[in-house]
């Protein structure tokens, strides 16, 4: 079966300081892969969306970037963290088409804490 | 554009009452509909896909079309049904991306 790993689970960092979330799926391939932020009240938020290895599409332009260097693997990364980059970060996968089955499937995410 | 509107931010009912969740969407093709459920401390996750007109821990879902609606509902509600509710629209020219509600915070009250 499949199952999506995140890492790590919480996350605090100085303001300024580097940023790497990993994800990792197991169990399928080529997957479409995704990073969401959830923000209390304000839903879900896409940042990114990738489709295959190397291809990342960016939906919020800000300081964070992401790469896909493995099929089943998507990091999140940034340069130098703000304070407004505080937030739950989501991983999610889904089956690409042309099949029916569009629904996503999240991992458990990673708090991060920027000071 | 295509938008999800879930128009409750908060939704409070006692125990064994009936629930309605709301969730109306804006798109001019063949929607396709999902809600998921966050419980408390633990991932987001897949509730109930219109396409499967499946009932799912006592929910259901109806896609109106002519109200553009997906409204959540479950006639008795229990308390293990305190959650996060989110409902998000799959539409084929996205490139597999869910649109998403805002969420409604659902608590269940004794």
């Known amino acids: 079966s499949q199952t999506i790993h995140q890492w790590p689970a919480t996350l605090v960092q100085p303001v300024g300081s580097p940023l790497s979330l990993e994800c990792t799926v197991e169990?399928?391939?080529?997957?479409?892969l995704y990073w969401y932020r959830q923000a209390a009240g304000r839903g879900l938020q896409l940042l990114f969306y990738?489709?295959?290895?190397?291809?990342i599409s960016s939906e919020v332009p800000q300081n964070l970037s992401a790469s896909r260097p493995q099929d089943r693997q998507f990091i999140l990364s940034s340069k130098k963290l703000l304070l407004s980059d505080s937030g739950f970060y989501l991983c999610a996968w889904s089956v690409g088409p042309p099949g029916q089955k569009y629904e996503q499937y999240f991992g458990p995410g990673t708090r991060l804490t920027v000071t | 554009a295509q938008r999800v509107t879930q128009p409750e931010k908060l939704l409070s009912v006692f125990k064994g009452a009936p629930v309605e969740l709301k969730c109306n969407y804006s798109?001019?093709?063949?929607?396709?509909l999902f809600w998921y459920v966050q419980y408390s401390r633990q991932r987001l996750q897949l509730l109930l896909r219109h396409i499967s007109r499946e009932s799912i821990k006592g929910f259901t879902a109806d896609l109106n079309k002519g109200e553009t609606s997906f409204h959540l509902k479950k006639p008795f509600a229990q308390e293990e049904d305190s959650a996060m509710y989110y409902c998000?629209?799959?539409?084929?020219?996205?490139?597999?991306?869910?649109?998403w509600g805002a969420g409604t915070k659902l608590i269940i009250k004794p």
């Open positions: 798109y001019s093709g063949s929607p396709e």
């Open positions: 990738s489709v295959g290895i190397g291809q």
């Open positions: 169990g399928t391939s080529n997957p479409n």
């Open positions: 998000a629209l799959s539409v084929r020219d996205s490139n597999y991306q869910l649109i």
